[in-house]
C-alpha cells in the first residue's frame, strides 16, 4: 500500500479539482496520526465523504456529522470534519473565482519559476 502510494502517487502533479479536494481532506484528517492510517482508512474516507464531492461535502449539516462521528472506517473527530466541510466551502468559493481549484493552485508553480528565472538572470548566474 505505501510502495503504491509513493511510486504512483506522492509527488505526482495533480490536475483534477476532486483529487486535489480528497488530499486536502485526507491531509488534514492525517495531522497529529501516520500516513499509513489514513491510507488504510482511504476507501472509508472516499465513501463517508461522497467520493470527496466539494459541494456535497460543503452541504454537509448537523445530520451528515453525527453520522460521520458515528463512522468507525474514519478517524471520528469533531474539529476535522467540520474542517472538511469548512475547506469545501473555501474550495468551492476559489473555483468560482478562479475557474478551478486547479487552475488557482499551480499558478503558484508558474510565478515562482518567473521569480526564478528572473533572480538568477538579473544576478547573473
Keep these: 500500500m505505501e510502495v503504491a502510494y509513493h511510486d504512483h502517487e506522492w509527488g ?38 461522497d467520493n470527496f464531492e466539494p459541494a456535497k461535502v460543503a452541504s454537509y449539516g448537523d445530520r451528515q456529522v453525527k453520522a460521520l462521528l458515528q463512522d468507525a472506517g474514519i478517524v471520528r473527530n469533531r474539529l476535522k470534519i467540520r474542517a472538511a466541510i469548512d475547506n469545501a466551502r473555501y474550495f468551492l468559493a476559489i473555483q468560482a473565482e478562479f475557474g478551478s481549484f486547479d487552475r488557482y493552485i499551480w499558478r503558484f508553480v508558474e510565478d515562482i519559476a518567473v521569480l526564478i528565472r528572473v533572480r538568477y538572470s538579473s544576478s547573473g548566474k
Design 12 to 49: 505526482v502533479p495533480v490536475h483534477g479539482d476532486r483529487q486535489h479536494f480528497e488530499y486536502i481532506v485526507l491531509d488534514g484528517f492525517q495531522a497529529g496520526l501516520s500516513w499509513l492510517t489514513i491510507l488504510r482508512k482511504r476507501d472509508n474516507f472516499r465513501a463517508a465523504f
